[in-house]
T-cell receptor, first 112, second 116 residues
Framework: GNSVTQMEGPVTLSEEAFLTINCTYT??????LFWYVQYPGEGLQLLLK?????DKGSNKGFEATYRKETTSFHLEKGSVQVSDSAVYFC???????????FGKGTTLSVSS | GAGVSQSPSNKVTEKGKDVELRCDPI?????LYWYRQRLGQGLEFLIY????????KSGLPSDRFSAERTGESVSTLTIQRTQQEDSAVYLC??????????????FGSGTQLSVL
């Protein structure tokens, strides 16, 4: 069945460091891929998405490229800020319109 | 309302009691989802409603769990004879329900359930 695997956390970085959070998926067909973020004390919200191969989703300085050949959707940011500290979830949406499948989440802590 | 609303925000109950959790989706959203987030774990899919279609109940962990939705509005998740392992944050989300899997989910703040 469909599944999402993302790197274990926590990830601890200094401000302005480069961030990569790995995400790989297993799916039939051509799913859509998402990154959701959960800031402390807030609900999950969509960060970015990509709906087909080679698409790049971007938002708030974060980017992720849908790589069909490696079944990956790694999240990157060139220079993290303290305000980026949150839990990041990779998710997959099957084209049949069923519920999104989420990874286990990766906690990012950025210190000044 | 402006967003997905869940109530109560916190619920403490004794083992063996039944609990009901409520979700008010965004008006006009035809799709509604329930997820569970145990401490230190990812989001676990429970159940999905899409319009008038039969709900996808494939994620419900046992027959103690059930959910209903009235039309395209409020949903209630019921857990009967609660167990300590049911302790978790229960998240509700809604979306416009566009088919194709590319829709954006809007999440509520969740209900923190603690079973003593």
């Amino acid at each position: 069945g469909n599944s999402v695997t993302q790197m274990e956390g926590p990830v601890t970085l200094s401000e302005e460091a480069f961030l990569t959070i790995n995400c790989t998926y297993t799916a039939t067909g051509y799913p859509s891929l998402f990154w959701y973020v959960q800031y402390p004390g807030e609900g999950l919200q969509l960060l970015l998405k990509a709906t087909k191969a080679d698409d790049k989703g971007s938002n708030k300085g974060f980017e992720a490229t849908y790589r069909k050949e490696t079944t990956s959707f790694h999240l990157e940011k060139g220079s993290v800020q303290v305000s980026d500290s949150a839990v990041y979830f990779c998710a997959l949406g099957n084209q049949a319109g069923t519920a999104l499948i989420f990874g286990k989440g990766t906690t990012l802590s950025v210190s000044s | 309302g402006a967003g997905v609303s869940q109530s109560p925000s916190n619920k403490v109950t004794e083992k063996g009691k039944d609990v009901e959790l409520r979700c008010d989706p965004i008006s006009g959203h035809t799709a509604l989802y329930w997820y569970r987030q145990r401490l230190g774990q990812g989001l676990e899919f429970l159940i999905y409603f899409q319009g008038n279609s039969a709900p996808d109940k494939s994620g419900l962990p046992s027959d103690r769990f059930s959910a209903e939705r009235t039309g395209e509005s409020v949903s209630t998740l019921t857990i009967q004879r609660t167990q300590q392992e049911d302790s978790a944050v229960y998240l509700c989300a809604s979306s416009r329900g566009d088919r194709g899997g590319g829709e954006k989910l809007f999440f509520g703040s969740g209900t923190q359930l603690s079973v003593l």
